[in-house]
């Protein structure tokens, strides 16, 4: 059974940083590029940033709105996925979620996603 | 435009056929995806590409597109459809970006 198991949210300042991670387990993680998407309270679902396997660079590409502030980074021997979000501002309240992308039948989807883990900045 | 347009409301009576919509200029070279979000809960994906269902995914839900506009259908809407919609779709021209629409509210009454 594929599971990703957020985790690292909580309750930061603004400025400081933070480091979320994404367990994922019941798949071949290496072989998957992994999504992040957050929610803001009362907002919509919001695309973050993604990082491709390694069998495609393991490169990574982020949201305009997020661009410079937050890394995502992945450990395939350990299953993870981690998204780095620096310079924390209010607005990045909100729940984020890892989800593995796939292709198939002809398109890309975000096909599991994880319970989320909710990061409140606030002073 | 990059961005994906939807309506932020939408009602249907219990058995009754609905469409929720998705507009935007990638949906005429990119399939869009459409997901379900109940409060509490993992966004779940319905439906992907051209018209197909995760396991598990009753077949009253189905998808098409015509033109710049992606449609969710769900034929016979039940009490445990209400839920948030949300279409998303990714340009292979724009890095591999994703983008969502701003979410549909389904009422069933």
């Known amino acids: 059974e594929v599971q990703l198991v957020e985790s690292g949210g909580g309750l930061e300042h603004p400025g400081r940083s933070l480091r979320l991670s994404c367990t994922a387990s019941g798949f071949t993680f290496s072989d998957y590029a992994m999504n992040w998407v957050r929610q803001a309270p009362g907002k919509g679902l919001e695309w973050v940033g993604f990082i491709r396997s390694e069998a495609y660079g393991g490169t990574t590409e982020c949201a305009a709105s997020v661009k410079g502030r937050f890394t995502i980074s992945r450990d395939d021997s350990k299953s993870i996925a981690y998204l780095e979000i620096n310079s924390l501002k209010t607005e990045d309240t909100a729940v984020y979620y890892c989800t593995r992308e796939v292709y198939g039948s002809g398109s890309y989807s975000l096909d599991y996603w994880g319970q989320g883990t909710l990061v409140t900045v606030s002073s | 435009s990059s961005e994906l347009t939807q309506d932020p409301a939408v009602s249907v009576a219990l058995g009754q056929t609905v469409r929720i919509t998705c507009q935007g200029d990638r949906l005429r070279s990119h399939y869009a995806s459409w997901f379900q979000r109940k409060p509490g809960q993992a966004p779940l994906l319905v439906i992907y590409?051209?018209?197909n269902r995760p396991s598990g995914i009753p077949d009253r839900f189905s998808g098409s597109t015509s033109g710049n506009i992606a449609s969710l259908i769900i034929t016979g809407a039940q009490a445990e459809d209400e839920a948030d919609y949300y279409c998303?779709?990714?340009?292979?021209?724009?890095?591999?970006?994703?983008?969502f629409g701003g979410g549909t509210a389904l009422t069933v009454l």
């Open positions: 590409g051209k018209n």
């Open positions: 998303n779709s990714r340009d292979t021209s724009d890095n591999y970006h994703w983008v």
